[in-house]
DNA sequence: GCGCTCTACTAGAGCGCTCCAGGGGCCAAG
DNA sequence: CTTGGCCCCTGGAGCGCTCTAGTAGAGCGC
């Protein structure tokens, strides 16, 4: 910085008034200043920068590195934050790594405010690092853990694709869950609540699973040994959807006139030509742009209160979905 | 800082020297500080750090998010990097965020060495980013760009699969190349040797594809319009084989009874139960900790030369293999 | 000419840490 | 009793920036 400044004939913190696009340097100088910082190679240091600054305008992101979605919503992040100004740093979640780890990482590298992609965590350390800096929860709700969510209307997402059933005809939907995972709760509850809703209470059916492919083929195993399939198949996520088709589809259960199937995420995969999975859309770019503005207006304003924003899902029909044949509907139909 | 020093007692120096865990503090005075900077809840302050040692111990990682196979490599990565005392930080690399983006962030939060996973990049930009800083490729080799490499025996483990295949009956065996994936040329290559080596010559076949789940769908579709199947097809990675045997499967051709396939990488769902996919595993945790070791040993010895770290990759052999049918046995077998 | 504002720029004090050059005790050897 | 060495510990100068308070000088109205 001495050097550029040096080059140009200013001072130091004329110099760092450009690079900060600050006002109080005339056009030409900025210019100049630039052109010599060009020629000697100079980038500003990020560390000293925040140490001076004591901001660091950087957000950290928890992702499960395996998570389909979560990589989604990774993509639609930075754009966003650097539409504010902020940069991304990324730490990973995983089975051998506890958000614990990814979380001291990110803050001992200053990261203002923290993104946790479903963080598979309890509420007590949720509201442990809120004290530490603004957290936002995206796709898994901490009812008391103080942290700002964002999540999808999962119960409404569930609605839509047990009406859509319901309206081809099908009566037996059953659904996989998705345990402890992100959102499945709700979903479970939602599912439940929609049947019901429909005057198909009596068909309620709920298969324990997690939100993996294996848990989709486990459950596909089981409905296979049974006497009889159900018509419909509501799993709690794409990636369960997918082990369900696969296992369904090797067995010669065809999809969708033997079964229906319905999935959760919409995530790359399930858009494939051949996979054409009908799924509940979750709204990444809004879930994104909301996990990112909320923290950056809690950032700006602390004392700003809690947030919880809901976004709207969407079904998408695509072809793993039609109505059942005759032979598998109910009998006084 | 001060804080904690004031009630302990002692200097700052002495604070800062127990938590870089340097010698020179009684085991006492140790105890004492830490217990006080609990008491108080500090935590060093990394900006400030890397400030005043200038040296960050930190590691960037540039990965495809939505590539399962990087991420079992990050995964890996972790725990290697702790061991040597380096933290990691991951910046993500997609079609709308060039390496170039990734490779700039990290830099920025002072980095000091990159491994790159899989990168999607010209050699130019390489050779250019290492000599801001080692830059070790992963899974890609960059001939010419002053890059460390780390890769797997492509040709090797290709040959392996196919020997297998040949060694099951298999002459008709199609491969679907990765077209400019990482290690796709070397694996085609391995391909055509590997069928000559064995006399197989006229049989190979190379399908253009990509290392996506779309463009081993695509190639199920083209060969399933044909007259008959190749015996066995060998996938670019395990994501074109999972496309490929869910049209297959969908088509009701049967793995491995109809036709064999093979896929390259092993990532996680090739080993779940429904997949249960043969494949040429590449060793992620040697991968992983080589590419770390290699950084770290550049960080420490400058003059050292460039290393091409080659693993050997490992078949493994699992339900989508078996010897082809009777009749689909070439004639005059 | 004076006082005023406004623009363009500068000096210098930090930000929170590391690291080097010591400085006292204390003990064993001379 | 000295000397040397070792162990613990301290003071203070940076690391590369930001930011506040302030200066110089130009332009303006009266």
Redesign the interface.
């Known amino acids: 910085m001495e050097d550029v400044a040096a080059r140009v004939g200013v001072s130091r913190a004329l110099v760092s008034l450009v690079f900060r696009d600050a006002p109080g340097a005339s056009p030409r100088t900025r210019e100049r200043v630039l052109r010599a910082a060009e020629e000697l190679g100079y ?1 500003p ?4 920068r ?2 001076a600054s004591s901001r ?1 305008r ?1 957000l950290g992101v928890v ?1 499960t ?2 998570n ?1 979605f ?2 989604d919503l ?2 639609a992040v ?2 966003e934050a650097e539409r504010l100004g902020y ?6 979640q ?1 089975p ?2 506890h958000v614990r780890a990814a979380v001291e ?1 990110l ?4 990261c203002e405010a923290l993104l946790l992609l479903g963080p598979d965590t309890d509420p007590a350390f949720l509201r442990e690092t809120a004290r530490r800096a603004p957290v936002v929860s995206v796709g898994r709700r901490f009812p008391g853990a103080d942290v700002e969510t964002v999540h999808t209307a999962e119960a409404k997402g569930v609605r839509l694709a047990v009406r859509h059933l319901a309206g081809l005809g099908h009566r037996r939907i059953t659904h996989i869950d998705g345990g402890t995972g992100a959102g499945s709760a709700e979903r479970r509850r939602g599912y439940r609540d929609a049947m019901r809703g429909l005057g198909l209470g009596d068909f309620v059916r709920v298969l324990r699973g997690d939100h993996t ?2 848990s989709g ?1 486990a459950a ?2 089981l409905l296979l040994a049974e006497e009889r399939l159900p018509t419909a198949v509501l799993a709690g996520n794409d990636r369960c959807a997918l ?1 369900l088709l ?2 369904l ?2 067995a ?1 259960v065809r999809v969708p006139e033997d079964v229906s199937v319905v999935g959760f995420d919409d995530i ?2 399930a858009r ?4 054409d999975l009908t799924t509940v859309r979750q709204d990444v770019p809004g879930m994104a742009a909301a996990a990112v503005a909320t923290a950056v207006n809690r950032l700006e304003d602390r004392s700003s209160a809690l947030r919880e924003t809901v976004l709207a899902p969407e079904l998408v029909v695509r072809g793993t979905t039609a109505a059942p044949r005759e032979g598998a509907r109910e009998p006084g139909r």
């Open positions: 980038r240091d990020s560390a000293a925040v140490l660091s950087v992702l590195v395996h389909p979560h990589a990774v993509e930075y754009p940069d991304i740093l990324l730490s990973a995983a051998t790594r990482a803050l001992g590298h200053r492919e294996e083929a596909a195993r082990g696969d296992v589809s090797r010669g790359p995969v494939l030509s051949h996979v």
